[in-house]
């Protein structure tokens, strides 16, 4: 889930019964309840899980595994197995810690196969099942990108959405087999085109949450600047006259796109409570990294406009702590509409977009007003260990800290 998120912006536009949703999530009791705050998770080239700040999080989702011959495996077992082990001999220091484990992730394929027949569901969730037990973990994360659309090449197919219903369904009625509580989640999109490729109410009685993936709202693809992860509800009317807006409107006008507006947090999540999603069963996403233009024009500070070409990359949050935020050259501006930093280096015609400190404390009082379940983000080793981390400020603004 991270950069890989939403490549087709300007590609395409870029059980338990009824019952189940009516109950508040378990962990999420009601409205005033502290956001969950769930960190994704993928193991550092200097793994160190006793340095991990588990105190600091209620779940924590390991990543990858992925359809391997319809079932869920490691790539490699030998090596990801005993660092999954080793992360969830961490509940020790938080032993209310909910270790997890995320299957798929940008351009994993194999999930609309695997869904396609009752019986290739079955051997799916048999082998989730045994993959639980013996790790012990506290449930799982489907991260299918994305049931009836292509993302990054995968099939797709129209059956893709009643089979997504059937397969959390059947993961459902696994987990609730097992002697204690398991959690069901799924990634989902930031845009509404997702939605029509699945059957959201139906889909949202097995989940305990739906993981939003808010970020990547303007993609890698893009040869438009603006913001990847906005909180804030920005309308056409409020960029007009800019290049990414003119792109927007003719993305719009031409039936490629449902939204003549940008993506941001906060439309997303107003989407899903018109259409019946309980608050508290709603997590939205913060990107623990930002994406880099190059040859951006000086107007509007670089945000809106055309660049020289499609975004150069990506660096960790750390990365741009490290090295952007000391360089003179790189201004940092705010954004209040968006809700949203983003940094321009005008002798180097760079902007950056991304979040910090200021946004992702927003975001997380945001949660809190809103009555929504959680704040995730992917993913924690793109944090700086310094002091006054980006997890600092989600942590401190969940628990109502100043």
Same mark, same amino acid.
């Given at each position: *889930?991270?950069?890989?998120?939403? %490549? ?7 059980? !338990? &019964?009824?019952?189940? !949703? /009516? #109950? ?42 992925? =359809? ?6 490691? @790539?490699?077992?030998? &090596?990801?197995?005993?660092? $999954? ?7 020790? @220091? ?23 027949? /009752? ?16 790790? #012990? ?7 299918? &990108? ?24 059947? %993961?459902?009625?696994?987990?609730? /087999? ?10 989902? +999109? ?13 889909? *949202?009685?097995? +989940? ?12 890698? =693809? ?58 508290? !069963?709603?997590?939205?996403?913060? +990107? ?5 233009? &190059? ?10 406009? %055309? ?11 750390? #990365?741009? @702590? /490290? ?13 209040? #509409? ?22 992702? @404390? ?9 009555? $929504? ?6 993913? $924690? ?8 981390? %980006? ?12």
């Amino acid at each position: *889930m991270n950069w890989k998120t939403i %490549l087709l912006f300007f590609i395409v536009g870029c059980s !338990q &019964e009824s019952g189940r !949703q /009516e #109950q508040a999530p378990a962990e999420s009791s009601s409205p005033a309840a502290a956001p969950l705050v769930m960190a994704y998770y993928v193991p550092e080239r200097d793994y160190q899980p006793e340095k991990i700040p588990v105190e600091k999080l209620t779940h924590i989702i390991y990543s990858f595994t992925h =359809v391997i011959d319809g079932e869920m495996k490691f @790539r490699n077992p030998a &090596e990801a197995g005993p660092k $999954l082990k080793a992360l969830v001999q961490q509940k020790k @220091r938080n032993p209310e810690l909910k270790v997890m484990i995320a299957c798929g992730g940008w351009g994993a394929d194999g999930f609309s196969d695997m869904a396609l027949t /009752e019986e290739s569901r079955e051997k799916f969730i048999q082998s989730a099942a045994d993959f639980i037990e013996a790790y #012990q973990l506290d449930g799982m994360d489907m991260d299918w &990108e994305y049931p009836g659309i292509s993302g990054a090449g995968t099939k797709a197919r129209e059956k893709d959405t009643k089979n997504f219903t059937l397969l959390m369904k059947g %993961l459902r009625e696994m987990l609730d /087999e097992f002697d204690t509580p398991k959690l069901l989640t799924f990634a989902s +999109a930031g845009w509404k085109r997702y939605y029509d490729h699945i059957e959201l109410n139906e889909v *949202m009685k097995h +989940a305990d949450y739906t993981n939003v993936m808010t970020y990547d709202q303007v993609s890698g =693809v893009s040869r438009y600047t603006g913001h990847h992860t906005p909180l804030g509800d920005v309308k056409s009317e409020d960029i007009l006259g800019t290049p990414f807006h003119a792109r927007l409107d003719s993305l719009y006008r031409s039936g490629a796109s449902k939204d003549p507006d940008p993506r941001s947090a906060e439309k997303i999540v107003n989407f899903l409570l018109e259409e019946g999603v309980d608050p508290r !069963q709603i997590v939205i996403g913060s +990107a623990f990294y930002g994406r880099v233009w &190059e040859g951006v024009p000086p107007e509007n500070n670089g945000l809106y406009q %055309l660049a020289g070409g499609i975004h150069i990359g990506w660096l960790a949050y750390h #990365q741009i @702590r /490290e090295r952007y935020e000391p360089d003179s050259r790189f201004q940092r501006y705010w954004d209040e #509409q968006a809700k949203a930093p983003f940094m321009y280096n005008a002798a180097d015609s760079l902007l950056v977009s991304y979040d910090d400190t200021v946004s992702v @404390r927003l975001k997380t009082e945001y949660v809190r007003e809103k009555g $929504l379940g959680g704040i995730m983000f992917w993913e $924690l080793g793109n944090d700086t260990k310094e002091e006054g981390s %980006l997890l600092d400020a989600i942590h401190d603004a969940a628990q109502g800290k100043e």
